[in-house]
């Protein structure tokens, strides 16, 4: 079996997990498919929502940005405090606020209290993901078993993000939308009651002060950049306010850079930024997150205005997209045991790219939906294999004692990703005369984007 130095599988690894690793990533799972769920759920009950408690129109899509903002600009704050208070301690405090902030946000009667309601799901979504990946990478040892671990995870992240359009829109129709809340409570409430006895804390033996300046810096620049991405999203790239969050954004994370070379016990230690693995395998993961979830808005684009599909029936057909995600995830980890992570990154990317590609044959009936199906079940396979590939990569070959960095970073460029994507694409799409025209010009740019991640991957990542 060839191998790298990145997927080798030591003496003394079990070959199989036994029922506790079962236990373990059964509770790590439910959670993290929870969370990647929260990020879609409400796409498609917003108006009705802006229609009960009163928000305009021109506000509703803070309701989804809110829980953006807070999500990606805390999440490598507290991948930090995960390695210092304990992984464990913050898993369940998080899971706790997203029980206790759903429950608000379901009983909420008014927009100021829904809006608490999202910004407090974003800050638990900050907390429990890196907490819980920096508990999954700690609780399996570096090699297959890993790789399958972050393998299941990816795959039912990505299905999570999928699922939860099609969710929102089954409950939204049957019941209500604050169900697309209520749904957590549950969920949330199970994780409490078992995870105190299957997971074991995990932190560093020596716990050192939090960098305060660099988690001021870092925090604020990441929110700047995620509002300004937002805004552009909405109001055009050359919006004064745009401008100005991104320059700002640009600036305190240049500064946070600066802080990090001076800091007695840096947010993220330079020598962690000086890993190839690190950068290039978060590159790869940043590409793997803002083509997937962009291609999903631009489809839904083509689904709703140019073949006239409901929202609903919208969502389901991303759920042969969800299918090939999931089998990809579960093929990544045998991938990546025999060719190894890099050869994932280049395939899984190759393939993505390919699949998006055949999109740009779309036409404006009905007739086309065969070729949006096909292409995206085996994008979904691809992008999974890519995504699978970055998070072995990004968390690989680092003691226990920074896999909360590690995987905080990973998680950022998740979260940024998710963020940036459909904002780069809808400005791609508004330049043509039609949609569909603008939809295959975006779905070139997707597809150019997702090539050069690849050839990246493939010439900056070494075979050991």
Not at 26 to 55: E, R
């Amino acid at each position: 079996m060839a191998a790298t130095a990145l997927s080798t599988r030591t003496d003394d690894s079990p070959a199989r997990m036994d029922g506790r690793m079962r236990l373990v990533l059964l509770v790590l799972l439910v959670a993290q498919f929870t969370l990647a769920v929260d990020f879609s759920i409400l796409n498609v009950a917003l108006p009705l929502i802006g229609q009960g408690l009163g928000f305009s129109l021109g506000s509703l899509q803070w309701i989804a940005t809110a829980f953006a903002l807070a999500a990606a600009g805390f999440t490598l704050l507290f991948g930090r405090v995960a390695d210092l208070i304990g992984r464990r301690r913050l898993f369940l405090a998080g899971m706790a606020l997203l029980g206790i902030s759903s429950l608000v946000g379901g009983l909420a009667t008014g927009p100021e209290t829904l809006m608490a309601a999202r910004v407090a799901q974003g800050l638990a979504t900050a907390a429990v993901t890196p907490a819980g990946l920096s508990l999954l990478t700690s609780s399996f040892p570096e090699g297959p078993l890993r790789a399958r671990a972050l393998g299941l995870n990816g795959a039912l992240m990505s299905a999570g993000f999928t699922t939860g359009a099609i969710l929102g829109g089954v409950l939204t129709e049957l019941l209500s939308w604050r169900w697309a809340f209520f749904i957590n409570v549950p969920v949330a409430l199970a994780v409490l009651l078992v995870a105190p006895a299957v997971l074991q804390e995990s932190r560093p033996e020596v716990r050192h002060r939090l960098d305060v300046p660099g988690a001021i810096t870092v925090t604020g620049g990441l929110l700047a950049l995620v509002y300004g991405l937002t805004v552009a999203g909405e109001h055009g790239w050359t919006d004064p306010r745009a401008l100005t969050a991104l320059a700002a954004g640009a600036v305190l994370l240049v500064a946070f850079g600066l802080v990090e070379q001076r800091a007695a016990s840096p947010l993220v230690p330079v020598r962690i930024l000086r890993r190839r693995t690190v950068v290039w395998g978060n590159l790869a993961g940043l590409v793997a997150f803002v083509t997937e979830t962009s291609l999903v808005f631009l489809m839904t684009l083509y689904l709703q205005d140019v073949l006239g599909f409901s929202p609903l029936a919208a969502g389901l057909s991303f759920g042969v997209l969800g299918a090939g995600t999931i089998l990809g995830g579960v093929c990544a980890s045998r991938f990546i045991g025999r060719y190894g992570n890099r050869a994932a990154l280049v395939a899984g990317g190759l393939l993505q790219a390919v699949a998006t590609l055949a999109l740009f044959g779309l036409g404006d009936d009905r007739g086309w939906l065969w070729l949006l199906l096909t292409a995206t079940f085996a994008g979904g396979i691809g992008n999974m294999l890519a995504i699978v590939g970055f998070m072995v990569t990004a968390t690989s070959g680092l003691p226990d004692s920074e896999q909360g960095t590690a995987t905080g970073l990973a998680t950022m460029t998740q979260q940024i990703g998710i963020t940036m994507g459909t904002p780069i694409m809808s400005a791609v799409v508004v330049t043509s005369a039609t949609v569909l025209d603008g939809i295959g010009l975006a779905v070139l740019v997707n597809a150019a984007i997702v090539l050069a991640g690849a050839l990246a991957a493939g010439l900056f990542l070494r075979r050991t």
